[in-house]
């Protein structure tokens, strides 16, 4: 009779465990899109500077430096941009532009000659080399230039 009675507690004490806490990943925190301006500011020339004026935020929410080689950031159309050999330290951020630049540990260049992230819809997905998702991030025509993630 006893084991009956505590059945229904334990069951119950193992649902509010999963639903209250987090996980070890969750509460180590991971890279997020943090933000994203999808609409380069002024006129959409297609120079370098107006293509680099659209780009996506990243950032590293742990404790320690996390290695993204091999990491793939794209959009709807799978205009894929891949990450090489590099760490995002702890609380940093690394911002990824559309056009052409010098690669440094804070900004990131795609090299592109055309414009990416669509100004009326879209989603920028981030996905480990292995293809398992780490974050998204859409917007809307609702949304002004740029969007919080």
Avoid at 37 to 63: H, I, Q, R, Y
Avoid at 70 to 77: E, H, N, R
């Amino acid at each position: 009779m006893r084991i009956r009675a505590a059945l229904p507690a334990l069951a119950g004490a193992v649902a509010l465990t999963g639903t209250f806490l987090s996980t070890p990943a969750q509460a180590a925190g991971g890279v997020t899109i943090n933000r994203v301006w999808f609409d380069s500011p002024g006129s959409d020339t297609g120079s370098n500077a107006s293509l680099n004026g659209e780009w996506v935020l990243l950032k590293n929410t742990s404790s320690t430096a996390i290695s993204v080689k091999g990491w793939i950031l794209k959009d709807i159309a799978n205009h894929k941009y891949t990450f090489p050999n590099i760490k995002i330290g702890a609380g940093k951020t690394v911002k990824v532009h559309t056009g052409k630049g010098t690669d440094t540990s804070a900004n990131r260049y795609q090299n592109r000659r055309a414009y990416v992230w669509n100004n009326t819809s879209d989603t920028a997905t981030l996905t480990k080399a292995t293809g398992s998702k780490v974050d998204s991030c859409s917007w809307t025509t609702r949304d002004p230039s740029d969007k919080y993630c």
